[in-house]
């Protein structure tokens, strides 16, 4: 006698419940990992902002407060250069007059300027020049002069600087107004009690945020179509023997 011995398996529903469960774990796998790389994205970049940031902002905040250091009263303790040819050979004459360096050229080739100039004087001393200029890999980068060595990259990837100057309108050391450097004029820098300034930064990676940024002025008007991590910082700090209350 012949004994059959029935054979059992998977049917092709169970098959298919079990791909597509399969199928689902994956996607919830690839979704997880998908969340955190992004997640790591922005950290990283978070993190690359805010140290140069930081960096870019203490160096700021260190040369106002010895701008002007050594001047007298009644003579202008910053000075600011719009990006024409006239207007940077006036402050490469400044500059030397007020370092006493003959040689002295605090600012680089003028067809890399990408900024206006703002000038920080100390007297007998180079002072320092800020500026937005095209760096070495080819994104805005912010320089400054003043050391001797030529101009210095401090960082790279930033997208605005602007400043504003806290004026004395009425010689009570009190700071009555705030100007953008395009407002002022040739007794306003005389007045100048104190400086803000804003520092536009961008991550070196694009694509890290879901969404172009929505800037709020004075950075408005910039594209951040490339998505990348964009962040303001603002500083204000009196200028040396100017003795404002801010």
């Given at each position: 006698m012949t004994i059959h011995h029935r054979q059992s398996g998977f049917s092709m529903i169970e098959l298919m419940i079990s791909v597509a469960?399969?199928?689902?774990?994956?996607?919830?796998?690839?979704?997880?990992?998908?969340?955190a790389a992004q997640n790591f994205r922005v950290q990283e970049a978070m993190s690359e902002v805010q140290e140069d940031g930081r960096y870019a902002s203490i160096q700021l905040l260190h040369d106002i407060r010895q701008s002007g250091f050594g001047r007298d009263q009644g003579e202008p303790k910053v000075l600011g250069y719009n990006r024409v040819r006239a207007d940077i050979n006036n402050l490469h004459q400044f500059a030397k007059q007020v370092?006493?360096?003959?040689?002295?050229?605090?600012?680089?080739?003028?067809?890399?300027?990408?900024s206006p100039v703002v000038y920080m004087p100390v007297e007998g001393e180079r002072g320092a020049a800020y500026y937005l200029a095209t760096?070495?890999?080819?994104?805005?980068?912010?320089?400054?002069n003043g050391d001797g060595n030529g101009s210095s990259e401090l960082i790279e990837g930033v997208e605005g600087l602007v400043f504003e100057f806290g004026l004395d309108s009425d010689s009570d050391n009190i700071v009555d107004v705030y100007k953008f450097q395009a407002q002022m004029n040739g007794v306003d820098w005389r007045r100048a009690q104190s400086i803000r300034f804003y520092l536009l930064l961008s991550s070196s990676s694009t694509n890290v945020v879901d969404m172009p940024q929505v800037l709020a002025a004075p950075f408005n008007g910039v594209n951040t179509a490339d998505r990348r991590l964009y962040r303001v910082f603002v500083g204000t700090a009196g200028i040396r023997n100017a003795t404002a209350m801010l």
């Amino acid at each position: 006698m012949t004994i059959h011995h029935r054979q059992s398996g998977f049917s092709m529903i169970e098959l298919m419940i079990s791909v597509a469960m399969g199928l689902f774990m994956v996607a919830a796998i690839l979704v997880a990992y998908v969340s955190a790389a992004q997640n790591f994205r922005v950290q990283e970049a978070m993190s690359e902002v805010q140290e140069d940031g930081r960096y870019a902002s203490i160096q700021l905040l260190h040369d106002i407060r010895q701008s002007g250091f050594g001047r007298d009263q009644g003579e202008p303790k910053v000075l600011g250069y719009n990006r024409v040819r006239a207007d940077i050979n006036n402050l490469h004459q400044f500059a030397k007059q007020v370092s006493g360096d003959a040689a002295f050229r605090p600012t680089l080739a003028f067809n890399r300027l990408r900024s206006p100039v703002v000038y920080m004087p100390v007297e007998g001393e180079r002072g320092a020049a800020y500026y937005l200029a095209t760096g070495a890999n080819g994104r805005l980068s912010l320089y400054r002069n003043g050391d001797g060595n030529g101009s210095s990259e401090l960082i790279e990837g930033v997208e605005g600087l602007v400043f504003e100057f806290g004026l004395d309108s009425d010689s009570d050391n009190i700071v009555d107004v705030y100007k953008f450097q395009a407002q002022m004029n040739g007794v306003d820098w005389r007045r100048a009690q104190s400086i803000r300034f804003y520092l536009l930064l961008s991550s070196s990676s694009t694509n890290v945020v879901d969404m172009p940024q929505v800037l709020a002025a004075p950075f408005n008007g910039v594209n951040t179509a490339d998505r990348r991590l964009y962040r303001v910082f603002v500083g204000t700090a009196g200028i040396r023997n100017a003795t404002a209350m801010l």
